[in-house]
């Protein structure tokens, strides 16, 4: 992300490793997520926006003013990541296993718990298939294993209608002892949206917060410092890798290797700050507190006047800020 950052690099040494390739089937892809979605008003202005990113969990806290005579009810929304399974090698980090709430969503509103509705649509070629996935029966969450069973059992006119509609695929493998075997698996994207009605009282402060469990993207073992391949094709850019944070990096690879222990491993987040742009005029006061999780991790994000404030955060701190960019954060974790 080098919108609207500039690229500063932020590391601390000690990540162990081994030296072997990082293969596509010890990847797992992230989905980028983002905060909530306001609509505008010019009497509600934002005055802070906390932001905590995480391996665990994201934190956000909004602070919002209503600068008018009269309260204001606006439409708020948190739009999930979209899932795709689009190959039989994909592999995305889907933190829960709940059929809507996936990345486990929770939002407070002055402190009280905010009765959210939810939307869930599914897409194949850019038609809402909705309607008919239900009336098969199909869950409408591709990633669960429920999903699989009922796809499996339809009739097998209804496994060609599916495919033919692009929402399915029929996979064929070897059972061994059995013969060749078939499964129908999902093709369809989910879109997912949680929403209220949020109202902002005259000449009062409302606070909203809201966290969830991002989608970590993962590598078994991290190409970066790994002395017998490139640094992989657009990390520069993304992350702001530097030649201090790949020298930590090799630094890395090479204790690993003399202590014959497992290579750097490595971890991705993608956040969206793009949503933080939803209201009419700039964020009066931004704080980003990023946490590495381990003293000894590595880790590498785009930021301008990053300081490090403990031995895993580091923090940026911007006033009327208008974000035009997202973020993205690559750490590599040591052997524990």
Known sequence: MRRPFSAIALMAAGAAAEVSPAFANDTT?????????????PNVAMQSEDLFVS???????????????????????FPMPDITFDSPDTNIAIPT???????????????????TQVEQ?????????TALLQQLGIPLAP???????????????KWQQLVDLGLAYIDEYHDTGTGMKQHLE????LKTTFFWQQTFPAHQQTLIEHQYTPSVGSSVES???????????????????DPDFIAAAAQAWERARRANVTAPAEQRIDYILKTGANWAGPIADFTLTVDKGRPDNLISFCGNGVKKISPTRFQVHYTNFTPTGDLAV???????
């Not at 990633?143 to 006119?157: E, F, G, H, V």
């Not at 690559?330 to 524990?336: A, F, G, K, R, Y």
């Open 29 to 41: 892809a992230e989905l980028a997520t983002g905060g909530l979605v306001f609509v505008q008003n």
């Open 55 to 77: 391996v665990p969990q994201i934190r956000v806290a909004y602070r919002f003013f209503n600068t008018g005579v009269a309260e204001v009810t606006n439409l708020v929304a």
């Open 97 to 115: 296993q709940d059929a809507q709430n996936f990345l486990g969503f929770f939002t407070t509103a002055n402190a009280k718990p905010v009765a």
């Open 121 to 129: 649509r599914a897409y194949a070629k850019g038609v809402d298939r």
């Open 143 to 157: 990633q669960l294993s429920a999903t699989d069973n009922a796809l499996d059992a339809l009739p097998r006119d």
């Open 186 to 189: 999902p093709r369809w994207t």
């Open 223 to 241: 190409l970066i410092g790994n002395p017998g391949f490139p640094e992989p094709a657009g990390y520069k850019q993304k992350y702001c890798t």
């Open 330 to 336: 690559v750490i590599l974790t040591s052997h524990p």
